[in-house]
């Protein structure tokens, strides 16, 4: 049998992390046994990019490191120095187990209390050199450090802020789980970076780090992990919001530019009509309402697919704008789906858009998963998408079941219920609560007469005030109406 020291299974371990990948698993990470792996993995912890990208969300400034005789009530301190004495008492009316230590220096000594820690009596023996770090607590006329957080040190104990990783500095305290502390994660995360540092690969350019005055990233790792100072690690989160938004805005660019290519149905403006619609209204629009309803049009004017959010709160007439836009695509000879969220909320659209559209003698029709209309009249399901197929619905409104997904597609086949097929969609309309992108719309007309290469216009709705440097980062690829009156 071969035995072997501590020593030398520490530098087998430093060893395998030296050949270890940020795409490593963590079941692969020497001193990560199968209970961490679980709890590591509640977290979202599944690789060692994982890791050392599990940033802290505060720190603790243990950096005051001073000689034992100016200990003084209050804190917190750090002291380095000897362990003289160490014991273990349990207190009689409480049970309650206390370890008692002794900290000695060139200067002086120190009482330590620990609280329910029995197991330090083995961490540290008569000798051994420990840095602590925590609050002095004076009681009659002897001052003691109580429940220090602590660190075994060499003998030659003088050591400095970056050689520490528990005391002695701003520790780091991570987001943590059950059976997983903060102490812990430092004890893994640490030597994981000494050694994967040079395979972080920088993804901002240089004249953007430049720019922005942004830390590259192999010191931003560490800085936001061990920081020098709190300038250093609020520097160092500076850089990485920035890089999470510089990313997502790339991805959201990448989006637009997919989009422009896409072909979409070019639905001419019919001025007379849209005339003719706003004086029907039984009020007049505002400037805001008119200019969203403006911008819609032209979109719909051009040969790739609008990709537009209108903006405004609840009562601020988004409906009504919507509606033009619907009107206008049906009297082109298109079809427009519009989805609400929630049954009660396509009701209340359906009644909203067949009273407001009366007159334009359109065919519009509700389904949802209970009741279903053509023209206000009840219908079953199959006779309202056959009527869909055959190009006598001109609106669709309902809930998400009108775009059905293909898991949903393949339980309706099963089940034999009818597919919703338009015949040729030109515009989806969203209200609140969904993203549809080109691939979901794109879906829409795999069933459709209309040139299979099209992707329809689309519209979405929001009642949520969204700022326009928020809007710029999650709804990027969106144009933005705004109906502020």
């Not at 679980?38 to 005051?64: A, M, Q, T, V």
């Not at 790792?221 to 300038?231: G, M, T, V």
């Amino acid at each position: 049998m071969i035995l072997l020291t501590l020593t030398e299974i520490a530098r087998i371990s430093l060893r395998f992390y030296f050949f270890m990948e940020l795409s490593t698993p963590i079941e692969d990470i020497p001193r990560i046994g199968p209970q961490y792996q679980k709890r590591l993995k509640r977290l979202g912890i599944k690789r060692l990019r994982d890791l050392i990208f599990h940033f802290p969300h505060r720190y603790e400034d243990f950096s005051n490191l001073i000689p034992v005789a100016k200990a003084e009530a209050g804190g917190p301190f750090c002291f380095q120095g000897e362990i003289s004495d160490i014991r273990n008492i349990t207190t009689f009316r409480k049970r309650i187990v206390l370890t008692q230590a002794t900290l000695a220096d060139e200067t002086g000594k120190i009482k330590v209390i620990w609280f329910n820690q029995p197991y330090l009596v083995n961490t540290f023996k008569k000798g051994d050199y420990a840095c602590l770090a925590g609050k002095v607590t004076k009681k009659d006329s002897s001052k003691y450090l109580s429940n220090p957080a602590y660190e075994k040190i060499p003998a030659n104990f003088r050591m400095v802020n970056s050689e520490l990783t528990h005391t002695g500095r701003l520790i780091p305290v991570y987001p943590e789980t059950e059976g997983l502390s903060s102490k812990w994660l430092r004890f893994i995360i640490k030597p994981a970076l000494a050694k994967l540092e040079n395979q972080l690969f920088e993804p901002l350019p240089q004249q953007i780090l430049e720019k922005y005055n942004l830390m590259p990233l192999k010191k931003a790792i560490w800085q936001i992990h061990f920081p020098d100072s709190l300038e250093s690690a609020q520097e160092a989160k500076k850089r990485f919001s920035f890089e999470e938004l510089f990313i997502l805005s790339l991805f959201v660019l990448r989006e637009r530019l997919k989009l422009a290519k896409e072909k979409a149905i070019a639905i001419p403006v019919n001025l007379a009509m849209v005339k003719d619609f706003v004086e029907s209204l039984p009020f007049k629009l505002t400037d805001a309402q008119k200019k969203s309803g403006w911008q819609i049009l032209k979109d719909l004017e051009k040969p790739r697919p609008m990709n537009r959010l209108l903006e405004g709160d609840v009562g601020s007439g988004k409906t009504v704008v919507a509606a033009m836009a619907a009107l206008n695509v049906a009297k082109a000879g298109y079809q427009a789906a519009f989805m609400a969220p929630t049954e009660i909320l396509a009701k209340q659209h359906q009644k909203t858009i067949s009273d407001i559209l009366k007159k334009f003698n359109l065919n519009i029709g509700l389904i949802t998963g209970k009741e279903n209309y053509y023209k206000n009249k009840k219908i079953s399901r199959r006779e309202l998408i056959e009527k869909l197929k055959n190009d006598e619905v001109d609106i669709l409104i309902g809930t998400h079941a009108l775009v059905q997904n293909s898991e949903s597609q393949k339980h309706f086949r099963k089940s034999k219920v009818p597919e919703v097929k338009f015949n040729k969609l030109a515009l989806v309309i969203i209200d609140e609560q969904h993203r549809f992108g080109v691939e979901q719309r794109a879906k829409l007309c795999q069933n459709s007469q209309t040139n299979k290469k099209l992707i329809p216009h689309l519209l979405s709705m929001t009642a949520t005030p969204i700022p326009r440097t928020l809007s710029l980062t999650i709804y990027g690829d969106l144009d933005l109406s705004l109906i502020n009156e």
